[in-house]
């Protein structure tokens, strides 16, 4: 590693461990918030692992996410709370392996298309199943509390900065760059093109599974039309594109300003946060395509920036 790689891992460690610090002192409201911000920095930023190198748009992670959650509400009364987070991250891997297989060799309109309709699907054969057997929900009554899941939660995005880092300097990572800019020549350079792709939709698929494992105690009674909301993998989306995905760090970066204005809106105009949704996707599009990462990397290389 080069002294900025060590000074790098130096400076994240530092910045997580001072964040989880923080239910030590306040476990109120910034803590929800907090709490919030931690979900969805993981998630998007194991979207970005993917989508990112490949420019592959994928809308699956309420999916993913659902099928955790309802891997805690089932098995939280007779399996040690932290086995379930295992199993979610096992079922997801294979979800996105098979699901994979399936779609990675579409491409562009298509493949976002099936990936949204995926998680109305699995709500759906959820949904049939519970009518079948006359459960309507489940209550995820535990003595975890949200501090205990932010702190889960901020060890877990530790853990996915971490894989990020290393995919970037592996050979994975490589082809993936290659993928993401020709597919056709990285399959002419002997690229196993749809191996990489799987694998990389595996780690994704099982981290989002893993935070629906954590976060369902938070939510107490679970459904499926909220475990599955289409709406999360939107979220997610415009997090990663907001914040950029050309840096490991871009997702957070759109993470903190789009939570607080999301729970702004939500808080005073609730019937406005699809409209939220939208004007999002015309800003990424038209003003900041590049996200935020974009930004200064155009403002780096405009004013003769040295810094990382």
Do not use: C
């Not at 999916?63 to 098995?75: D, E, M, P, R």
């Amino acid at each position: 590693m080069s002294m900025r790689d060590i000074r790098n891992l130096f400076l994240a460690a530092l910045a997580l461990g001072l964040v989880a610090l923080l239910p030590l002192y306040d476990t109120g409201y910034i803590l929800s918030i907090a709490t919030t911000m931690a979900m969805f920095t993981v998630l998007a930023t194991s979207w970005a692992l993917f989508s990112g190198p490949t420019h592959y748009i994928s809308l699956a992670t309420a999916a993913f996410f659902g099928l955790g959650t309802f891997v805690t509400g089932l098995g939280f009364q007779t399996l040690p709370m932290w086995l379930l987070p295992i199993i979610a991250a096992g079922l997801g891997a294979v979800l996105a392996a098979l699901v994979g297989l399936v779609t990675l060799r579409l491409s562009g309109v298509y493949f976002v298309i099936f990936t949204l309709g995926l998680a109305e699907l699995v709500r759906q054969v959820v949904t049939w199943v519970q009518n079948r057997t006359g459960q309507r929900g489940m209550y995820v009554l535990t003595t975890i509390t949200e501090r205990d899941i932010y702190w889960q939660l901020i060890g877990l995005a530790a853990l996915v900065f971490l894989v990020g880092w290393l995919i970037a300097r592996s050979r994975l990572g490589f082809a993936l760059r290659i993928i993401g800019n020709d597919e056709t020549v990285a399959k002419h350079s002997g690229i196993d093109t749809a191996a990489a792709k799987i694998l990389l939709f595996m780690i994704s698929g099982a981290v989002a599974a893993v935070v629906g494992a954590i976060v369902a105690p938070r939510y107490i009674y679970i459904e499926p039309s909220t475990a599955f909301a289409p709406i999360l993998s939107f979220q997610v989306v415009i997090m990663a594109l907001l914040g950029g995905t050309g840096r490991l760090w871009g997702p957070l970066a759109g993470v903190i300003p789009f939570t607080l204005l999301w729970e702004f809106i939500s808080r005073n105009a609730p019937n406005q946060t699809l409209l939220l949704l939208g004007v999002a996707f015309l800003l990424i599009v038209y003003v900041l395509p590049g996200g935020f990462v974009g930004l200064y990397e155009r403002l780096r290389h405009r004013f003769g920036s040295g810094g990382q």
